[in-house]
């Protein structure tokens, strides 16, 4: 089992940045990526990014990129979603994930994340 504590949520105003925070615990080596997705009141869950513990390689989706950063922290197991410029559009929860499974970073779908937080509330006014 892999236990995910996310952190960092918050109100924020249009423009604004945020740092949200994934702390991993339990059997985190067999996690081999780690994705964040959100999901908006009344709508599906939507992927956002994802990145590779061992390589580093990231994926975000069209909607973030260029102003949403995923890295990650191996020694503390900790995953962070950088976040600027944010939008009212932004506003979710949001939720990481861990995989096991060994795929292109482009390729990962929610279905192969076995592992997920509770997430963390972002708010953006406008």
């Known amino acids: 089992q892999v236990q995910l504590v996310e952190s960092g949520g918050g109100l924020v105003q249009a423009g604004d940045s945020l740092r949200l925070s994934c702390a991993a615990s339990?059997?985190?080596?067999?996690?081999?990526?780690m994705g964040w997705f959100r999901q908006a009141p009344g709508k599906g869950r939507e992927f956002v990014a994802a990145?590779?513990?061992?390589?580093?390689?990231?994926y975000y989706a069209n909607s973030v990129k260029g102003r949403f950063t995923i890295s990650r922290d191996n020694a503390k197991n900790t995953v962070y979603l950088q976040m600027n410029s944010l939008k009212p559009e932004d506003t979710a929860v949001y939720h990481c994930?861990?995989?096991?499974?060994?795929?292109?970073?482009?390729?990962?779908?929610?279905?192969?994340?076995?592992?997920w937080g509770q997430g963390t509330r972002v708010t953006v006014s406008s």
């Open positions: 994930a861990a995989t096991s499974f060994d795929r292109p970073i482009d390729a990962y779908t929610g279905a192969d994340f076995r592992f």
């Open positions: 339990g059997r985190t080596f067999s996690s081999v990526a």
């Open positions: 990145i590779s513990w061992g390589s580093g390689n990231r």
